[in-house]
């Protein structure tokens, strides 16, 4: 069974800075779409970022030029680097396997990134 496993969240001033991560377990990372997701109290999960498995990448208007995703495909592993966060960045964030445009497995716990002075 292929897990999903966040971290790096944390407490963070404005304007300040956090990296992400996310371990995937099993095969399925290695030749597929991997996104970034966040969910903010009382919002509906959203697209924040997306990466193939060449690096090509893509991100939502929210967050470009601010955060940047790169994945290591040896170690199954992609990042989520967030710059110049602001207090509406705060949200549990997620990672998935991107498939058909959807995310694909079960979510797993996320991390919670909290954007506060």
């Known amino acids: 069974q292929v897990q999903l496993v966040e971290s790096g969240g944390g407490l963070v001033q404005p304007g300040g800075s956090l990296r992400l991560s996310c371990a995937a377990s099993g095969s399925i990372f290695s030749s597929n779409l991997m996104g970034w997701y966040r969910q903010a109290p009382g919002k509906q999960r959203e697209f924040i970022a997306s990466?193939?498995?060449?690096?090509?990448?893509n991100y939502a208007d929210s967050v470009k030029g601010r955060f940047t995703i790169s994945r290591d495909n040896a170690k199954n592993t992609v990042y989520l680097q967030m710059n110049s966060l602001n207090p509406e960045d705060t949200a549990l964030y997620y990672c998935n396997v991107v498939i058909g445009g959807r995310p694909y497995l079960s979510w797993g716990q996320g991390t919670q990134v909290t954007v506060s002075s």
């Open positions: 990466i193939f498995y060449s690096g090509t990448a």
